[in-house]
């Protein structure tokens, strides 16, 4: 902002000079994405692991009378938690390994150094960080649309029991909304010979009337809405990065000062 080479001038502006320098270091790109990550993790994997725990009960209490039909769900639930667990961790240290080589490559830290210098290594390591990058978000990917089948399992529930809300005010005959079912079957949560394994009629409206049934909703479309904010935190940090590595290849080869 100001010129270097008169240190009067710095010396004259102190403090607001310095702060100037350390605004001017910081990766913002890396920065917002790395804030990006760490909110849509923390809403993937808590409300994710709350929603996980709410399903747990809903299933057992409505439509799985032996323990043996839902025991399947209950293992994946319990050792999904877990990966939960290794994902947080994972992608804290990842993001925060991220931002540091955001702060290595800023051009405002090369013009604080002097001299630019590139090496081989350093060109390889942020190499490295676009190749992984890529295949998180291609793996986060499958993730995100992953996540969407318990938030459509739970819109359809909560439509279909608006549907029987309707008919049953409009119409006094039970027989007239007691077949319409909501089968969990159909969307593998359950065997086929899981007994009853789907709820209908007023059953089924009462269940959506439940708090348990809220709040499994509403977690599992927070949790929908953090694995999205994950994805594009991890979308801009492949940007980031490739220009990160171009950057330090055309420089490299021209030789140039920063």
């Known amino acids: ?32 994405s790395t804030l990006l990550c760490f909110t849509g993790m923390a809403l993937f994997c808590g409300c994710g692991h709350e929603a996980l725990a709410h399903t747990k009960v809903l299933v057992e209490t409505y439509f799985a009378r032996n323990i043996q039909d839902y025991v399947i769900l209950a293992s994946f639930i319990k050792y999904f938690q877990y990966v939960i667990y290794g994902l947080a961790s994972f992608f804290f240290l990842y993001c925060i390994l991220l931002l540091a080589e955001g702060f290595y490559t800023t051009s405002a830290v090369k013009q604080t150094f002097g001299e630019f210098r590139s090496t081989r290594c350093g060109r390889c390591l942020s190499l490295t960080f676009i190749i992984v990058t890529y295949v998180l978000a291609v793996i986060w990917l499958a993730v995100f649309a992953f996540t969407a089948i318990p938030v459509f399992f739970f819109f359809n529930m909560a439509q279909t029991c608006h549907n029987i809300n309707i008919l049953a005010e409009t119409t006094p005959s039970i027989n007239q909304h007691g077949w319409i079912c909501m089968d969990a079957r159909q969307y593998g949560l359950l065997p086929w010979n899981a007994m ?12 959506c009337k439940t708090e348990e049934f809220f709040v499994t909703y509403d977690l599992y479309i927070a949790a929908f809405a953090g694995a999205g904010i994950a994805l594009l935190a991890l979308f801009l940090y492949v940007v980031a990065t490739t220009y990160n590595y171009a950057v330090l290849r055309f420089l490299g080869r021209k030789g140039l000062r920063c």
């Open 196 to 207: 009853p394994g789907k709820a209908c009629g007023m059953t089924l409206a009462s269940i």
């Open 1 to 32: 902002m100001f010129p270097v080479r008169q240190p009067w001038l710095c010396k004259a502006l102190g403090c607001y000079d310095c702060c100037i320098r350390c605004l001017g270091a910081v990766p913002y790109p890396s920065l917002v």
